[in-house]
């Protein structure tokens, strides 16, 4: 999640929190369905887990689920769960909006049932003070005194958010997870499990493949995170990542009539912004008080790649050229809730990101500058590492190569250029998973395939209803090409849940 959402990421997540979705459900097995207070043509529940399934009787959550039945009951095959990542993201209103997301024939086929993670969105939300928050120091950190006031600002971060959560603040990792899923599956009544993940969502899928493999009877892993990366190699893919979605963005100007700066070099508008920006010379547009920082641009660049939205970035982009100088700002802050969600404790325990002082941290930042010489850094890379600096060790959840051993075929998929899930990555979990992973590649761009093509939606349907593998003839789709999708409208499928 990059930085710059968070704030509306927060109030967003604390609404649907305040929000009651159903009746309290069975507290032993079993989930006791009622129509959603949300929607009623949709069901919703609670199931009730161990804060610490090592020790389960420390005290218990409800996890918040939602199902929408499948739509034609003569082809119904079981229940589908979904999970769309983050962390952070509601798989409860994932299944909600899923007749929004999902094709006719899996609705028709799968009773599509969605959950909110521990430590997420109607589960026990982990939540911080609002006004600490607030004060996060930059993500770019530009000194020794930096370095130092981060980490003593995680300190500060993480007692409060443990002291306002409560025991579950220390068990909100995938592993526990991955156990909560199993117990999902338990709930439902289903034999073997079939899910679809989708960004972070995948390292649930990942890592329930390795547990139990057994139970397995369909994974669609959308849009990958490797959990067997160190600092180095995380941030190196990021970087590579990022500048590969900016070489897209500058291509398609370049060749396309219809984008705002075609015929400029956009690398040199580019730069000329950046040093601007650097120069505290940029403001947001319309928005003459609030300056636009180097750190402000390339984020939003970054986000815009996730459609992609290359024509509104272009336009923007122009829109701040001729905007007028900055002002400074009036020094009013807006006013907010007591207590938002902090959902970043997830990935912090289950990715150990160590970086000794600046001046590791300092070469780290040189080296991604010369991995991506357009966009400096990938900024939600940047961003992991600062909110996750000294989180104390051991993690619960440490990074290792899968091992997924028996296991029916897993379907690995990513585009090309997805600007937040390396395609490098979604190979290297196929690489890891080994002979029952078959990867799909979208010769494309954006986060999130599913929806993106008639190729891309009919191999992930197949796979999901008849679990038909695609071929190696079948397992790369062409990309379609903009302003066809993903530019002056919205983008079609999963994708335009995330970007929401």
């Known amino acids: 999640m990059r930085r710059s959402l968070l704030p509306a990421l927060a109030l967003t997540l604390l609404a649907v929190l305040?929000?009651?979705?159903?009746?309290?459900?069975?507290?032993?097995?079993?989930?006791?369905?009622?129509?959603?207070?949300?929607?009623?043509?949709?069901?919703?529940?609670?199931?009730?887990?161990?804060?610490?399934?090592?020790?389960?009787?420390?005290?218990?959550?409800?996890?918040?689920?939602?199902?929408?039945?499948?739509?034609?009951?003569?082809?119904?095959?079981?229940?589908?769960?979904?999970?769309?990542?983050g962390p952070g993201v509601s798989g409860v209103d994932f299944a909600l909006f899923s007749d929004r997301f999902l094709s006719a024939e899996l609705t028709k086929s799968f009773d599509i049932v969605g959950f909110d993670p521990r430590g997420v969105g109607r589960s026990h939300p982990v939540v911080c003070s609002s006004a600490l928050l607030r004060a996060m120091p930059d993500t770019l950190m530009r000194s020794q005194a930096d370095f130092e006031a981060r980490i003593a600002y995680n300190k500060r971060l993480r007692e409060d958010c443990e002291a306002r959560t409560g025991p579950l603040f220390d068990h909100v990792s995938t592993v526990s997870v991955v156990r909560d899923l199993e117990a999902i599956r338990a709930a439902l009544d289903e034999e073997r499990v079939t899910f679809y993940g989708v960004s972070y969502g995948t390292l649930i899928g990942q890592q329930y493949a390795e547990r139990y493999p057994g139970r397995v009877r369909a994974l669609v892993l959308d849009s990958n995170f490797d959990h067997s990366l160190g600092t180095g190699a995380y941030l190196d893919t990021a970087a590579i990542n990022?500048?590969?979605?900016?070489?897209?963005?500058?291509?398609?100007?370049?060749?396309?009539?219809?984008?705002?700066?075609?015929?400029?070099?956009?690398?040199?508008?580019w730069a000329k912004l950046l040093a601007r920006a650097d120069r505290g010379e940029l403001h947001q547009p319309g928005q003459?008080?609030?300056?636009?920082?180097?750190?402000?641009?390339?984020?939003?660049?970054?986000?815009?790649?996730?459609?992609?939205?290359?024509?509104?970035?272009?336009?923007?982009?122009?829109?701040?050229?001729?905007?007028?100088?900055?002002?400074?700002?009036?020094?009013?802050?807006?006013?907010a809730e007591e207590l938002s969600p902090f959902p970043r404790a997830v990935f912090c325990q289950d990715f150990s990101f160590?970086?000794?002082?600046?001046?590791?941290?300092?070469?780290?930042?040189?080296?991604?500058?010369?991995?991506?010489?357009?966009?400096?850094?990938?900024?939600?890379?940047?961003?992991a590492i600062a909110a996750c600096l000294d989180w104390p060790t051991p993690i619960p959840n440490p990074q290792h190569r899968l091992?997924?051993?028996?296991?029916?075929?897993?379907?690995?998929?990513?585009?090309?250029y997805d600007p937040a899930t390396s395609y490098l990555w979604a190979a290297g979990v196929a690489g890891q998973i080994?002979?029952?992973?078959?990867?799909?590649?979208?010769?494309?761009?954006?986060?999130?395939?599913?929806?993106?093509?008639?190729?891309?939606?009919?191999?992930?349907?197949?796979?999901?209803i008849s679990l038909t593998v695609p071929t190696a003839a079948g397992s790369r789709c062409p990309a379609i090409p903009p302003p066809a999708v993903g530019l002056n409208r919205s983008p079609s499928g999963v994708q335009q849940f995330l970007v929401e």
């Not at 970086?355 to 966009?375: G, H, K, N, S, T």
Request: proline letters at 7%; aromatic letters at 10%; charged letters at 20%.
């Open 18 to 85: 305040l929000m009651p979705t159903a009746p309290a459900a069975a507290r032993t097995s079993g989930i006791d369905w009622q129509p959603c207070d949300q929607d009623a043509t949709a069901e919703c529940g609670t199931l009730t887990v161990p804060i610490d399934w090592a020790t389960p009787g420390s005290g218990t959550i409800d996890l918040a689920l939602a199902r929408r039945k499948a739509t034609d009951a003569t082809k119904r095959i079981g229940s589908l769960v979904v999970n769309p990542g």
């Open 242 to 269: 990022a500048e590969s979605a900016f070489d897209e963005f500058a291509d398609w100007c370049a060749k396309n009539a219809t984008c705002p700066l075609h015929g400029k070099d956009v690398r040199a508008f």
């Open 288 to 335: 003459p008080d609030i300056p636009l920082t180097s750190w402000d641009l390339i984020d939003q660049a970054f986000g815009a790649f996730y459609g992609p939205y290359w024509t509104e970035l272009a336009e923007s982009l122009l829109a701040t050229d001729t905007a007028a100088a900055a002002k400074t700002p009036s020094g009013e802050a807006s006013q």
């Open 354 to 383: 160590p970086v000794r002082d600046y001046r590791e941290y300092a070469a780290r930042l040189d080296r991604q500058r010369a991995l991506a010489p357009d966009m400096r850094y990938n900024p939600a890379a940047l961003y």
């Open 403 to 416: 091992n997924v051993d028996g296991t029916p075929p897993i379907l690995v998929a990513n585009a090309l």
């Open 434 to 464: 080994g002979r029952e992973a078959a990867l799909l590649t979208y010769e494309g761009w954006g986060h999130g395939v599913y929806g993106r093509s008639d190729c891309v939606t009919g191999a992930m349907d197949r796979y999901l």
